[in-house]
């Protein structure tokens, strides 16, 4: 069953603009809604409404909100750590090999499939019940994610990551050592012409940022602590192979595999942020998985 919001225009905008602020939902979903006739004005003459119609300052809008749809995914009970929730997001600790979102090929036992098990009234999100994933990790890589809960919280989430005020740092393991302690990799990212499975640093691509520290070097391997300060895929695997020092156990960017090691050797192991809601400063980290301790350890 549809329920109805009614608010009024406190300041001169367009109609889509009000009853995405309103509502908290995308601007495009708000468009959708006024397109679909669910949205109406106390002037009756301006039926049907438009998105770009500016309601005057005071007037009554009446919005007619349908239930929230579901995604066509059956829950799953997958394996995942939780670290942190609250009403507003999560932090969860993925394992490797664990696929994010359902995609060809992985149509089941994503974390997208765990989470709406273990969270069945999560968001709805644009009207639609499903979790909140700010960002991403490839099925290869362990460790912290963000979840957002709720459609207040995902937008603000997904701005702090943008502006750069969300520090991730990532524990790798690479080829090579290095002939300063630390250091930033510049590289502009985007599709390789060779390989179109791959990323790489080609002129044109998007501009990219990675800052690293070393812990050790040693057996022709040196263990960093890397911090991306942009969100490219596969970003700190392309720039560290870019550079000479592809990870371990990294095939497709030309690393080897130590020790019998079956994944990449890439962690996320740190993240921070100011919470969304409360403003908050809050801090995790998540401990190197026993697959890659052995390794580090040899």
């Known amino acids: 069953m549809a329920s109805v919001e009614q608010f009024s225009s406190e300041t001169e905008q367009r109609l889509d603009v009000l009853v995405a602020r309103q509502l908290g939902v995308t601007r495009s979903f708000a468009q959708k809604l006024i397109r679909e006739g669910r949205v109406t004005l106390e002037r009756a003459s301006f039926a049907p409404a438009k998105p770009s119609y500016t309601p005057a300052a005071g007037e009554k809008i009446f919005v007619s909100i349908p239930p929230p749809e579901t995604l066509e995914i059956e829950p799953e009970d997958v394996p995942f750590e939780v670290v942190h929730e609250d009403d507003y997001l999560l932090v969860v600790d993925k394992p490797a090999g664990l696929v994010v979102h359902p995609s060809p090929g992985h149509w089941k036992g994503t974390l997208v499939h765990g989470l709406l098990f273990r969270y069945p009234k999560l968001g709805p999100f644009n009207n639609i019940s499903r979790p909140g994933i ?12 963000l979840v957002a809960r709720k459609q207040k919280t995902m937008e603000p989430l997904q701005q702090a990551f943008a502006e750069r005020r969300v520090e991730k740092k990532y524990i790798a393991l690479v080829h090579g050592s290095f002939a300063r302690p630390e250091g930033v990799i510049e590289g502009p990212i985007g599709r390789s012409p060779q390989n179109r499975l791959k990323m790489a640093v080609v002129e044109g691509g998007r501009p990219s940022v990675t800052e690293y520290r070393v812990l050790w070097s040693r057996n022709e391997y040196s263990l960093v602590v890397c911090k991306p300060l942009t969100g490219r895929t596969h970003q700190i695997r392309v720039h560290m192979s870019a550079f000479s020092h592809p990870l371990a156990g990294d095939t497709l960017y030309g690393g080897r595999a130590p020790g019998g090691l079956a994944r990449v050797f890439l962690h996320s192991w740190r993240l921070a942020f100011a919470h969304p809601v ?7 980290t998540s401990r190197l998985p026993g697959e890659l301790l052995p390794i580090c350890t040899t």
Not at 134 to 145: E, F, P
Not at 278 to 284: A, D, I, L, V
């Open 278 to 284: 409360t403003g908050r400063p809050m801090s995790f």
């Open 134 to 145: 700010v960002h991403r990790l490839d099925a290869s890589t362990s460790g912290l994610m």
